[in-house]
């Protein structure tokens, strides 16, 4: 069990390497990465959790919460290399399902919507990237290799290979990737994107009735 633990504290850093430009050192990614942090406190809590052992897992993740500023309810499902970049006001709520290979930034929620009970937080597929500030809420499924765009509000489902931004979150046609990399700065304004088209239509129509009236 140990074994299997530190196994996936070493993929964890192995991602934040593969990730995060930044990351200069083991020593660096250790001590001064909250989202590896919160990540490993999680773990902790997610085994107790599914233990039934009552209040630890939530102390643990209050605990998290304040040494992270990553609030990652106990029962929350994630997948294998999983990064949180930076991480400041990251909440994930308690039946989120994380698979494999996401990466998400600061200010993310994955949240409900309401106080019904059951399922009532979002699936996220494996390789999706979730930009920050970005808000995913309800039980929805986000597919996989979807991005995410900064500051967007996600309420329905997400089909599989799309690039989603706005509020609420609209599919943006474009796919404004480069090495399957999310380019936040280069992702277009879908409702500016309609409101020019309009102007198009009208323009067009200004000088057809122009033509007529000759």
Known sequence: MLIRAFSKIKEDIKTIYDKDPAAKSLFEVLFCYPGLHALILHRIAHKLNYWHIPLIPRMISNFSRFLTGIEIHPAAAIGRRFFIDHGMGVVIGETTIIKDDVLMYQGVTLGGTGK?????????????????????????????????????????????????????????????????????????????????????????IKEELEKREK
């Open 116 to 204: 019904e009970h059951g399922k009532r937080h979002p699936t996220i597929m494996s390789n999706v990237v979730i930009g920050a500030g970005a808000k995913v809420l309800g039980n929805i499924t986000i597919g996989e290799n979807v991005r995410i765009g900064a500051g967007s509000v996600v309420i329905e489902d997400v089909p599989e290979h799309s690039t989603v931004v706005g509020v609420p979150a609209r599919i943006v046609t474009q796919r404004f990737e480069q090495d399957g990399v999310l380019q936040h700065n280069h992702i277009p304004d879908p409702v500016k994107c309609e409101i020019n088209r309009l102007k198009y239509e009208v323009q067009e």
